[in-house]
């Protein structure tokens, strides 16, 4: 049964503490996407890798946020240093490509639900 | 940017009750999903339909891209159906996925 795994599932931290979120896509596929999901701005994209390049992270704030993609079966997001405002439910998805077409079909993964005090 | 927007916001539904959830998007799209995000918080992947119509089982979902809209039909509901549906859309030449801002679904017993 194929599906994003996304570790830790629950994460409490202090304010001022980096925090690291990992995830591993599905088998296969080359496209991984981060989400931010909140109740007052919905669910938003911050970032998607292509073969483990970069190619947006416009969405990510850059002075405390960084993601990699060391290899093909892990993605991590980070935040260094972590403020209250960064409590939301940070989701990964990976994406495939259905024959024919340039966009992609995403699977997420059940997240990973920040609170930063 | 292109702008994605849903109807209605929220939907209460008795059990068995057919109901049909729209989708509008302001500019030409490659790529239109439909999302259930359970009580559980898990966003589940419903439908993958840039343009055309397709069925799963109780549900089905049309997207009419000339005109710039998304329907997805559910057909006697259940309480399991409850939650929050979401379309979202990658726009024409760039690759931002977009969310729209959801359906809230509750389905009484």
């Known amino acids: 049964d194929a599906r994003v795994t996304q570790t830790p599932r629950h994460k409490v931290t202090e304010m001022g503490q980096e925090v690291t979120m990992r995830c591993q896509p599905i088998?296969?596929?080359?496209?991984v996407f981060w989400y931010r999901q909140t109740m007052m701005q919905g669910l938003e994209l911050l970032a998607y890798f292509r073969n483990r390049a970069p190619l947006d992270d416009s969405g990510m704030p850059k002075d405390r946020f960084s993601a990699e993609m060391p290899d093909a079966t892990l993605a991590t997001l980070k935040i260094q240093p972590s403020e209250p405002r960064d409590s939301a439910v940070y989701f990964c998805?990976?994406?495939?490509?259905?024959?024919?077409?340039?966009?992609?079909?995403?699977?997420f993964g059940p997240g990973t639900r920040l609170t930063v005090t | 940017g292109i702008q994605v927007e849903q109807s209605p916001p929220d939907l209460i539904l008795q059990e068995g009750a057919n109901s049909t959830l729209r989708c509008n998007f302001s500019?030409?799209?490659?790529?239109l999903q439909w999302f259930h995000q359970n009580p559980w918080g898990q966003l589940i992947n419903l439908f993958y339909i840039p343009s055309g119509t397709k069925q799963n089982g109780r549900l089905s979902a049309t997207t009419v891209a000339t005109e710039r809209y998304s329907l997805l039909y559910i057909s006697s509901s259940q309480t399991t159906d409850s939650g929050v549906y979401f379309c979202a859309v990658d726009p024409t030449g760039g690759f931002k996925t977009i969310f729209g801002a959801g359906t809230r679904l509750f389905v009484k017993a």
């Open positions: 500019d030409s799209v490659n790529n």
């Open positions: 998805a990976s994406g495939s490509r259905p024959s024919g077409v340039s966009s992609y079909e995403q699977y």
């Open positions: 088998l296969g596929h080359n496209t």
